[in-house]
T-cell receptor
Framework: SQTIHQWPATLVQPVGSPLSLECTVE??????LYWYRQAAGRGLQLLFY??????ISSEVPQNLSASRPQDRQFILSSKKLLLSDSGFYLC????????????FGPGTRLLVL | GDSVTQMEGPVTLSEEAFLTINCTYT??????LFWYVQYPGEGLQLLLK?????DKGSNKGFEATYRKETTSFHLEKGSVQVSDSAVYFC???????????????FGQGTRLTINP
């Protein structure tokens, strides 16, 4: 069965510091991968998605970036964090087939101070 | 654009009560519809889904029917338990047109508390 790991579980970072959140998946090959953010007052929002190694698409402009260096690894980064980057970051895996279903990882809670 | 509107929360019920959480959507085409549940401090878990009109999704005693004529996907459960306390999200999938990728559009979530 498919498993999604996210690391770290919780992170407290100062404004202006860099960020790297990691998502790794098991039990599947060449999946579609997604980063969502859940922030107070803004609900759940798609940030990035990837359909393959090195293929990244952004849904909203921001100071975050994403990379997919390996088939089952998806990384969310920032060079300089803003207060508004605080939130709960969720990685999701899309199943293959005509009607995709997305399954979510345990999430990373980020607090920027 | 596509959107999902959920019943405002929070909702508080007694154990064994009947639950309905309303969800309506606006979309072009025929999206798949989902209910996800989030327990405190955790990620989202898929509760149930429906991929076409009149489909009924069901899981763990929860049900929802894809109603195209009313653009609704209301969540119901006949007898809730304390362990059902969580936040429930209704979502639709919007195709991104690249290799089957989908963008989930979520409602704002409904917090449910069940008292013993």
């Amino acid at each position: 069965s498919q498993t999604i790991h996210q690391w770290p579980a919780t992170l407290v970072q100062p404004v202006g510091s860099p960020l790297s959140l990691e998502c790794t998946v098991e039990g599947t090959s060449n999946p579609n991968l997604y980063w969502y953010r859940q922030a107070a007052g803004r609900g759940l929002q798609l940030l990035f998605y990837s359909v393959g190694i090195g293929q990244i698409s952004s849904e909203v402009p921001q100071n975050l970036s994403a990379s997919r260096p390996q088939d089952r690894q998806f990384i969310l980064s920032s060079k300089k964090l803003l207060l508004s980057d605080s939130g709960f970051y969720l990685c999701a895996l899309g199943t293959s087939g005509a009607q995709e279903t997305q399954y979510f990882g345990p999430g990373t809670r980020l607090l920027v101070l | 654009g596509d959107s999902v509107t959920q019943m405002e929360g929070p909702v508080t019920l007694s154990e064994e009560a009947f639950l309905t959480i309303n969800c309506t959507y606006t979309a072009t085409g025929y999206p798949s519809l989902f209910w996800y549940v989030q327990y405190p401090g955790e990620g989202l878990q898929l509760l149930l889904k429906a991929t076409k009109a009149d489909d009924k999704g069901s899981n763990k005693g929860f049900e929802a029917t894809y109603r195209k004529e009313t653009t609704s996907f209301h969540l119901e459960k006949g007898s809730v338990q304390v362990s059902d306390s969580a936040v429930y999200f209704c979502a639709l999938s919007a195709k991104i047109q690249i290799r089957g990728a989908q963008k989930l559009v979520f409602g704002q979530g409904t917090r449910l508390t069940i008292n013993p």
